[in-house]
């Protein structure tokens, strides 16, 4: 039985940045378990082959039926593998809006408001513009300006502001209200996920094992305490013993499964399943909240854009070529290149909806290929009222839970929804679009809520930010205390978005790489 100080279950953006802070100075044995692979490829570390990641890095879970989609089964593709989803995603880097922290320390999570996170925000970051109030240039999570966008990503931006839409160079700084092109989390035309930044420079080190393709079937708990995980490698099982502690750090889907796999969890649920009950915990898997993004799309006569031809693959040869020399030009663009937020309720305090713009056509997540040119733009809902759960669906840890996001069962997310997709309208037909000589791939009467309603809910889906699984709270029923503590078990902390007790306003990359940040001082002032 091998024994460390510190095991570390998950290397995505959270666990990444826990681990590689525990363990960089050497003091600690740590040990990192992830259930996929390194992530140390061509397809993973180039940014333009984001479509054609190979499925070994994604768990593409599904949703259970949505009542709020019409019945369909929802798409929840979820990164594997050392960087998690940070290995998969679009690169952008938004932190949300300071509200959103401010608002957790209201409702509880002492510690948590804006002025308390940011110092984590600049420790992580290595901003290519530099060191300011706002942004860091020292740690270990690369952000850079986009080396090649398209030129309709710049019309894009163009094309708000001619709907005198303020125009934003920076998300993350004094203001988030505006529309610009994103910054991404990039270093030299490469992606750069939170693997690549906390975890390979120290992979050597003697003190940090690195478990890869190791399945954690369970957590062990003795006399109240977690005292260890049980593993799976291939057909070989065993228990990895931690002397101080766990720190779970598996994602808004895999932390709670994990945690119920164990017996802990809502406890006539866990019986359902043949699990003993350890602790009776129902927030475990409950709170599940995501953005729900609407994507509106449009063919071009112009072959500007990224396009499914001929003509476009051979751009594309040309461009692949062109990065294996210089890390440079079209491969290595996001997708998700621009965008912006924006208030469209009347009573809404911050910006209610982001967007962002993909100079390609987009369907079904990018799983459908689509001949010719055009453009997509996203919008989502940005603070949902709608509620959902994670579940077993068996007592295997191999198998995928039961994911319900219940999507757009409060009618409020819709009615925010339905004013997001009609800015997107308008916004693509302002002239700096209509140049391209667009045509709306799914055209709806906008001016008819019930038709534009019935249209969102048979086309809208996740934006990829699931959250608040493990909620944080000072209250007896939250799972994680506001030092990322969990209520009711020693030697046990969790570190990835499950935590958030409300989803923030924005990509939830950059969010979850400081909650580990934050975790790793919290588990050292615990010693």
């Known amino acids: 039985m091998d024994s460390f100080d510190y095991i570390v279950i998950g290397g995505g953006s959270g666990g990444s940045a826990v681990a590689g802070r525990l363990a960089v100075d050497g003091t600690r044995r740590v040990c990192l378990v992830e259930a996929g692979g390194r ?25 259970v039926p949505q009542k709020g ?28 809006h300071r509200w959103d922290y401010d608002n957790w320390a209201a409702m509880g999570c002492t510690g948590w408001a804006y002025d308390d996170v940011l110092p984590y925000f600049r420790k992580s970051e290595a901003n290519e513009r530099g060191a300011d109030e706002y942004h860091g240039e020292g740690g270990p999570l690369f952000v850079s300006d986009q080396l090649s966008p398209n030129p309709t990503s710049h019309a894009f931006v163009e094309a708000a502001a001619a709907l005198q839409l303020r125009t934003n160079e920076d998300f993350n700084g004094e203001r988030q209200e505006g529309f610009g092109l994103y910054q991404t989390t990039q270093r030299d035309g490469e992606r750069w996920s939170a693997a690549r930044g906390y975890v ?28 260890g995980v049980m593993v799976r490698t291939g057909k070989r099982s065993e228990m990895l013993y931690a002397k101080c502690g766990v720190i779970l750090s598996a994602g808004a889907f895999n932390s709670p499964q994990i945690l119920m796999l164990s017996g802990i969890g809502p406890a006539e649920h866990l019986k359902a399943h043949g699990i003993d009950v350890v602790l009776d915990k129902p927030a475990v898997g409950s709170n599940l909240q995501d953005h729900i993004d609407y994507v509106s799309g449009w063919q071009t006569e112009s072959d500007v854009p990224i396009g499914g031809t001929i003509k476009g693959t051979l751009k594309m040869a040309g ?85 319900d996001p219940n999507f757009l069962d409060d009618e409020r997310d819709i009615a925010v929804l339905r004013a997001g997709v009609r800015l997107s309208h308008r916004i693509a037909d302002a002239p700096p679009l209509q140049a391209y000589g667009p045509t709306d791939r799914h055209p709806v009467d906008l001016d008819d809520d019930a038709a534009l309603d019935h249209m969102i809910r048979e086309r809208a889906d996740t934006v990829y930010h699931p959250v608040g699984t493990c909620r944080m709270g000072s209250d007896a029923d939250a799972v994680v205390d506001p030092t990322l503590r969990f209520n009711g078990l020693d030697g046990l902390w969790i570190a990835d978005a499950s935590i958030m007790p409300r989803i923030v306003s924005g990509n939830t990359n950059a969010p979850s790489i400081m909650i580990g940040e934050r975790c790793a001082d919290f588990v050292k002032a615990a010693e």
């Open 39 to 63: 992530n140390d490829n061509i397809l993973i570390k180039t940014p333009g082959f984001m479509p054609f990641i190979r499925n070994s890095s994604n768990y593409k879970f599904d949703t």
């Open 69 to 96: 989609l019409n019945g369909r089964i929802g798409y929840q593709p979820r990164g594997k593998g050392l960087g998690g989803s940070s290995a998969i995603n679009a690169m952008v880097y938004i932190r949300g």
């Open 200 to 227: 390979e420079p120290i992979r050597e080190q003697g003190n940090f094992a690195i478990r890869t393709n190791t399945l954690v079937d369970k957590l062990v708990v003795e006399g109240g305490r977690v005292t």
């Open 319 to 403: 461009a692949i070529f062109e990065h294996r020399r210089k890390r440079t030009g079209a491969m290595t663009t996001c997708y998700a290149e621009a965008g912006g937020f924006w208030k469209v309720m009347p009573d809404a305090e911050t910006p209610d909806v982001q967007w962002h713009f993909v100079p390609a056509v987009l369907e079904d997540h990018g799983r459908e290929n689509v001949k010719g040119y055009g453009f997509s733009l996203h919008a989502c809902v940005l603070r949902p009222e709608s509620r959902g759960t994670v579940r077993l669906g068996s007592s295997d840890a191999a198998a995928a839970p039961l994911i």
